[in-house]
């Protein structure tokens, strides 16, 4: 016979240990009379859902180039420095410099801030995760997480030898 232990719960009254107390059957009755009478309406969940994708209006999608070739488009205009880095991507995906540099997470605005950071480790494969960090004024796990994201070897070559 199964005690209160087994079932982490003390016995009441002259309640059997043993009885099942689980779901509960009127629930289950409804649960499965609600899906044999979707089972038997196939057509018309077909129509209602239809109906509900024409109404919809088509969504305007910012296409966003590749990161990874932004980040090759800005090496080729070329930049001696981090703040042209920047200004160079910036310029190239039509936004400000202080919204690449701003806490958001709009799809735009990081891919911009993730191309720009990939262009400043491409342009310089041995500079710190910090370095690039603080010019974004974000964490050196986030510059990680970019340059892993886009295939871009994070080891430092200067250290590696």
Not at 73 to 98: H, M, N, P, T, W
Not at 119 to 132: E, G, N, Q, T
Not at 137 to 161: E, F, K, M, P, S
Request: aromatic fraction near 8%.
């Amino acid at each position: 016979m199964k005690t209160e232990v087994d079932f982490g719960c003390a016995v009441r009254g002259s309640e059997i240990a043993g009885t099942y107390r689980g779901m509960n059957p009127a629930f289950v009755q409804r649960v499965w009379a609600k899906r044999r009478r979707a089972a038997a309406k196939p057509h018309m969940l077909k129509m209602v859902k239809s109906a509900k994708l024409e109404a919809k209006e088509p969504e305007m999608k910012i296409v966003v180039p590749a990161v990874y070739e932004m980040a090759e488009r800005a090496l080729a205009i070329g930049f001696d420095s981090v703040k042209q880095a920047r200004e160079i991507v910036a310029d190239l995906y039509g936004i400000s410099v202080d919204e690449l540099n701003a806490k958001t997470r709009r799809h735009q605005i990081f891919k911009a801030r993730h191309a720009a950071i990939c262009a400043i480790k491409l342009r310089w494969p041995d500079v710190s995760l910090p370095f690039i960090a603080q010019f974004f004024d974000i964490d050196h796990t986030t510059v990680l997480h970019a340059l892993r994201q886009h295939g871009i070897d994070t080891a430092n070559t200067a250290t590696a030898a």
